[in-house]
């Protein structure tokens, strides 16, 4: 059994492993996200991803692409940690970190056989699909767990510091 930091790969590693699990007949499924502070909504959506095949390889932000979507006082944990956070869960089999503004990049080196966003994004949103159904794969947006957010648990924390 690998422990949580074994599982988080630099590209060509995580390109190697997947390309490995391929080989044995092993359907992929790729999601991504910032994951700043994994909540029961994170956890929910990624055993979900996982249901859809394989082996569940999640691309995770870098702290400059959180700060570029999320803003300067994001993300509260660096990359490292939330890498090997997201890396930990039972459902969670490789973990990358992106750097780009879009996971396009690393979908590219990936090639999963499922892509998967949550759904907050429409299916014609999520930025990979038209590669991933060219080769013949799927996408989803997988409905969101309702009442958990990254960002309204960092407000509720801010509002009880200022309390």
């Known amino acids: 059994m690998s422990t949580a930091r074994e599982k988080v790969k630099e590209r060509q590693a995580l390109v190697e ?14 999601t991504n996200g910032c994951f700043d502070i994994i909540h029961p909504g994170h956890i ?10 394989d082996l569940l390889v999640v691309a995770v932000n870098s702290d400059e692409s959180v700060r570029r979507l999320k803003g300067e ?26 750097s780009e503004d879009t996971p396009l990049e690393i979908i590219m080196a990936v090639r ?18 038209d590669f991933v159904e060219a080769r013949g ?10 009442g958990y957010s990254t960002t ?3 407000e509720r924390i801010r509002e009880s510091q200022s309390n």
């Open 17 to 30: 492993a997947v390309d490995a699990a391929r080989q044995q007949g092993r359907r992929i499924v790729f």
């Open 73 to 98: 006082s994001r993300p509260i944990q660096d990359e490292d940690a939330r890498s090997e956070l997201v890396a930990a869960l039972h459902c969670v089999d490789l973990v990358g970190i992106f």
């Open 152 to 154: 309204n648990i960092i």
């Open 44 to 53: 929910r959506y990624l055993e979900t991803a996982r249901s859809l095949g």
């Open 137 to 146: 794969g799927e996408v989803f947006a997988i409905e969101f767990e309702q």
């Open 112 to 129: 999963p056989d499922t892509l998967v966003k949550g759904g907050d994004w429409t299916k014609d949103q999520i930025v990979g699909r």
